[in-house]
């Protein structure tokens, strides 16, 4: 069974600073998703990430997938107030529907 | 852009009511899913249907719940008679293809509230 773990649940961050959100699954994957939500909204998506090594960056955002490890990070760079948000992981694999995490709920504070 | 939308954006029910869901998917799309999210918690599968059957479900797709394309642009999601840990924000999503690689597009949301 394919389990996803996001870590921290909880980020509470000052505007300026840098920090990682980790995303580790359990078995292969063919595809990983980032998305964000704000509250009482959908799913944006932010990053697809395919193969090993794949980095993509938006902004002061930045994905990168390690297939190797299972693990995928969200860095965020130089936070300000409007990243404030839940981010989530999902992993894809084969015919299977996509996995989430429970989502990381970032604040970041002035 | 072509998006997916849904209606009501905001549902109030009962508890024993039924509800009806409805989503448009994307229109040259042929793979459709719901998906819940209880509030603060992480999205979860529902179901996934294709060619006018379901496909895969999970294990909260009981027989409460039913999916319905009725026409051509429509996707439903019925529950019969719900309960209060029904509430839950429900996202409808479409893709072109099945699997892995072929991206699913979420719509905004269904609040629903049962009292």
């Known amino acids: 069974e394919l389990k996803v773990e996001q870590n921290p649940l909880f980020l509470s961050m000052q505007e300026g600073k840098n920090y990682t959100i980790y995303c580790n699954y359990s078995t292969t994957s063919d595809r990983l998703y980032w998305y964000r939500q704000d509250p009482g909204k959908s799913l944006e998506s932010l990053f697809v990430l395919l193969s090993n090594g794949a980095v993509k960056q938006e902004g002061r955002l930045m994905a990168s997938l390690d297939t190797k490890a299972r693990l995928s990070t969200l860095h965020i760079t130089a936070a300000v107030h409007d990243l404030s948000a839940t981010y989530f992981c999902a992993v894809a694999r084969g015919n299977t529907p996509l996995v989430f995490g429970k989502g990381t709920r970032l604040s970041v504070i002035a | ?115």
């Open chain 2, 1 to 115: 852009e072509p998006e997916v939308t849904q209606t009501p954006s905001h549902q109030v029910t009962q508890m024993g009511q039924e509800v009806i869901l409805r989503c448009v998917p994307i229109s040259n799309h042929l793979y459709f899913y719901w998906y819940r999210q209880i509030l603060g918690q992480k999205v979860e599968f529902l179901v996934s249907f294709y060619n006018n059957e379901i496909s895969e479900k999970s294990e909260i797709f009981d027989d409460q719940f039913s999916v319905e394309r009725p026409d051509g642009s429509n996707f439903t999601l019925k529950i019969r008679s719900t309960k209060l840990e029904d509430s839950a924000m429900y996202f409808c999503a479409s893709s072109e293809g099945a699997g892995a690689y072929n991206e699913q597009f979420f719509g905004p949301g269904t609040r629903l509230t049962v009292l």
